[in-house]
C-alpha cells in the first residue's frame, strides 16, 4: 500500500479513509478506539459544523463529532 | 435523567444505589445500552414510569429504577446510563460496569438500535463476558425498516448464544415478548454466550493470570483480561491480595495487550454484523445527511437555530393569549361563586381574605398566566428534542465553547438547563474533568429553565406584544434575545472562568449525532403535558398558594401605618430604582428563591394586595396592573434581564453544594449571576435614562 496517508481532521468531505495508525496518549486511545476506531476502519468524513471544527465523520454506523485535535490523532491513508 | 419527579427538584441529585436493592423475591434486571439507542423508552414502557426521553445522548447519568409485575413475578428494573463501552473510565461507563458486574443483575437486557448494530455489537460482546444472563433487544425496528435494513433475528441468536427479542418500544411492539423472555432468563434458562476468542498470547496470559481471580466477581477471565490490559482500575479492590503476576515475559507491554483486546473485539463486531445484516439500500443515509449538511452549514446553521427557536417562541406568544382570557374568565367566575357561597358570613372576614383574596386569587392568577404559555411551548420545544435536533445544536455551537475553554458536552448540559437547571446541574457529571465539570455547573444558571420561561413569555406578551409595532415580532425577538444573551454570559463567564479561577485547557470531546427519527405527534403532547406542564404548574401552585396566605398576611397586617409588603418593598425602592426596576419586583425575585415559577404570583399578590384590585385576570389585565404600577418598557425589559441574570433557585444551589461537595462553589455560582444582574439591569436603566428613552 503506498497510498497517501493523513491525519483524519485534513480528510475532505466526502471522502474515506482508512485508520492507519492512532498517535492519542493511552486514556484518549481508549475513547478512539471504543469508537471503532480501530486500523483498518474505514472513514468517511461527513460534516463540518459552521465554523469547521468539529466536523463528524461515519465511524461504523454512527456519526461522531470529533474536535479537531482529537481527529488529528487519528492517521488515515486515502484509497 | 430528565425533566420529572424524579430529576428535576429535590430529586435530581439523588443517587441510586450502585448495587442491587431489590425487595426479597424481586428480580433485578439491568438496563443497558449505548447511549441514545432508546434504552430509557423501553424503560418507561416497561414500568409504565415517565423517565424522561429524547433524542441525544447522556440523558441518563444515573441508575433510575422501576418495577413491573410479569406473570405474578415482581421485577425491578434498573436503568443504566449509556456506555459504548465497559472498558473505558468516564463516570456514566463506571456506574454501568460496576453495577453490572458487581451489582449482579438476575438478568442483563441490552438494548441495542437495529439501524446502527455494528457499534452496538461491540458493548454486547463485553456484557457477554461479564454475564451469561443476557437478553438481546433489539429496538428501533421501525426505524430499520423504514430504511430497509434487514437483520436476520435466528442467526442472530445463533451467532450471540442468547435470546434476541424485537421491539420498537415508542409504540409497545414487542414488549410483551420482551418481558416474557426476561421472566424466561430470571428463571434460569441456560444460554451459551459467545465469547470472544482472542490472539494467541493473550489467551497465554489470561490462561496464566486466571487462577488468581478464581471465584471472584463477574468472572476470572474478564478480571484476568482487564489484569492483562493494566486497566487495574476496572478491578474491585485495588487491595485483592494478589501478587502482581510477572509480565515481564515476552516483551509483553499493557497497552500492546489492550490493543489486541479492543481490536478482536470490534472485529468480531464486525463480523458478525457482516453475516446478520444486510442493508438493501445502502443511501439509507441519504436524507438525514441533505438535512445535517443544511442545519450545520456555514451560513445558515446559526439562523436556522434562531429561527427554529423563534418560531417556538412566536406560535407561543401568538397561541397563549385567547386561552389565558377564557381560563381567567372561567376561574374568577368561579371566585365569584366562591364569594357568594352564604357560610362565609359564619366565619370571620379575615379568613375569607386569606383563602378567597390571598389564596385562591393566585392559584387562579398563576393558571391562567403561565399555563397557557407553557401548554404550547413545552410540546413544541419536546418535537424538536424528540427529532434529534439538539445533538446538532451542540455540534454548531462547540467551537465556541472550545474557544471559552469549555467542554463540548457543556453545550448539552447547557440544553439540560433549559428544561430544569437543577437537572442540568447534576448533568455535568457526563464531563470528565473536575475543571471543566465546574465551569458547566457555575455557567447553568445562565439559560432559562422551565420556571423562567414562562416568566419572559408572560412579560414579552403582556408588555412587549401589545401597543408596539409589530407587537408578535418584538415580544419573539425579546424573548429570543434574552436566550442568545443567557448562551452568550454561559460563553463568557466559562471563558473568564477558565482564564482566572479555573484556568486549564479544554480536554477531548466525542459527540454522537443520532439519526432523525420521526418525533410521535401524540406523544410528544401526552408526555409534555404530564411530564413538564402539569409539574411545571404544579410547583408553582403548591409553591404558589402558601404564598398567597403570607403575601396576603404581609399586605394586611399594618406596623406603624403600612402593611409589611409595603414596608419590604421600600426597603428595595432605591435599589430597585437604580436598576430601572421597583422594590416590589425585586422583593418577588427574593421571595422567588424557593422556586422562580413563583416570581409572577408574588408580583401579582403584591400589586393587587397593595389597593388596585383586579377582578379578572388574564394577559390584557396583567398588562393593565403592570402599568397602573409604574411599569414602562424598560421595567418590562429589566425584568426579563433579571429573570436571566440572578441567584440559582433554592433547588439549584442546594443541588450544585450536593455535586460539588464545596460551600465556595455554591457562593460563587450563587454571586456571579446576581452580580451580573445588579450591574446589566443598572447599565441598562441608566443608558435608557441619559439617551431620554424612559422616565427615572
Known sequence: MNAKTMPLNCLPLGRVG??????????????????GLVKGTAVEAVLKSPAGDPKAFQIRGALIALRNGEARQVLVGLQ | MGLTKQSTGIGAGRDYSIY?????????????????????????????????TGNWPGKTVTNAQGRYQFDGDKFLLVDLPGTYSLLATSVEEEVARDFLCFGKPDVTVVVADATCLERNLNLVLQILEVTDRVVLCLNLMDEARRKKIRVALDRLEEELGVPVVETNARNGEGLEGLKETIAKMAAGWVSTPRQVKYCAEVEKLVAKLSPLFAGLAPNNRWLSLRYAAGETRVLPTPGLGIAPPD????????????????????????????????VENDRHHALDRKIDRLLTSRALGVPIMLGLLGLVFWLTIKGANYPSQLIASLLFGLEDWLAGLGFWHLLPPWLFGILVQGMYRTLAWVVSVMLPPMAIFFPLFTLLEDLG??????????????????????????????????AGVVACRIIDSPRERL??????????????????????????????????GAAVLSVLATVVIGVAATLAVSWGLS???????????????????????????????????LFVLGRAAAVAAPAGIVIWLMANVTVSGASFLAHGAGLFQPLGRLMGLDGVIL?????GLPANEIVIPVLIMSYTASGTMQDMAGLVHFRQLLLANGWTWLTAVNTMLLALFHFPCATTLWTIRKETQSLKWTWISFLIPTLAGIIICTAVAAVARLLGLAPY
Not at chain 2, 431489590?22 to 432508546?38: D, F, H, S, Y
Open chain 2, 20 to 52: 442491587r436493592s431489590g425487595a426479597p423475591g424481586e428480580k433485578v434486571v439491568a438496563l443497558a445500552g449505548n447511549p441514545n439507542t432508546g434504552k430509557s423508552t423501553v424503560f418507561n414502557s416497561l414500568t409504565g414510569m415517565n423517565q424522561h
Open chain 2, 587 to 591: 422583593m418577588s425575585f427574593l421571595l
Open chain 2, 247 to 278: 509480565l515481564a515475559e515476552k516483551n509483553w507491554a499493557p497497552e500492546i495487550c489492550r490493543d489486541r483486546i479492543v481490536t478482536a473485539i470490534v472485529e468480531e463486531a464486525e463480523g458478525i454484523y457482516r453475516r446478520v445484516v444486510k
Open chain 1, 18 to 35: 482508512v485508520v492507519r495508525e492512532l498517535l492519542a496518549g493511552a486514556e484518549q486511545q481508549r475513547r478512539l478506539l471504543d469508537l
Open chain 2, 439 to 472: 465551569i458547566a455547573t457555575i455557567t447553568n444558571n445562565f439559560v432559562p429553565c422551565n420556571g423562567r420561561f414562562p416568566l419572559l413569555i408572560v412579560m414579552a406578551s403582556a408588555f412587549l406584544a401589545v401597543g408596539v409595532p409589530l407587537g408578535g
Open chain 2, 499 to 533: 482564564k482566572t479561577i479555573l484556568r486549564g485547557l479544554p480536554s477531548s470531546f466525542t459527540l454522537e449525532l443520532p439519526p432523525y427519527r420521526r418525533p410521535q405527534v401524540g406523544k410528544v403532547l401526552v408526555r409534555s403535558a404530564f411530564d413538564r406542564t
Open chain 2, 389 to 422: 435536533y439538539l445533538p446538532r445544536v451542540a455540534f454548531n455551537l462547540d467551537h465556541y465553547f472550545k474557544k471559552a475553554c469549555a467542554h463540548g458536552k457543556q453545550a448539552l448540559t447547557m440544553c439540560m438547563g433549559f428544561g430544569c437547571n437543577a
